[in-house]
């Protein structure tokens, strides 16, 4: 069993910063995908951004420029810094990872979610 575990998340002004991390823990041989989607009140969860293990990305269009993604292969964990934060950010925000607890056992597992809210 693998275990995602979010910190980071909290109450800012628009315009300001906040760096959400993602640790994985359990039994872990690999991680693939690392990343962070997001869930509004009355809105579907969407992706935020995602980082392979060799370190492309991708971003949604709505925080390019803003958003930087992150990962620490060696400590199994995945970062999200946020700048210039806007009203229309605050979200729950979901930690997921696709990692192999074996050499032929590939699983999606998601965090509980942290609350990210910034206020106008």
């Known amino acids: 069993q693998v275990q995602l575990v979010e910190s980071g998340g909290g109450l800012v002004q628009a315009g300001g910063s906040l760096r959400l991390s993602c640790a994985a823990s359990?039994?872990?041989?690999?991680?693939?995908?690392m990343g962070w989607y997001r869930q509004a009140p009355g809105k579907q969860r969407e992706l935020v951004a995602i980082?392979?293990?060799?370190?492309?990305?991708n971003y949604a269009d709505s925080v390019k420029g803003r958003f930087t993604i992150s990962r620490d292969n060696a400590k199994n964990t995945v970062y999200l810094q946020m700048d210039s934060l806007k009203p229309e950010d605050t979200a729950v925000y979901y930690c997921?990872?696709?990692?192999?607890?074996?050499?032929?056992?590939?699983?999606?597992?998601w965090g509980q979610g942290t609350q990210v809210t910034v206020s106008s």
């Open positions: 997921c990872a696709d990692v192999w607890s074996s050499a032929t056992r590939l699983v999606n597992y």
């Open positions: 359990g039994s872990i041989f690999s991680i693939n995908r």
């Open positions: 980082i392979t293990s060799g370190g492309r990305t």
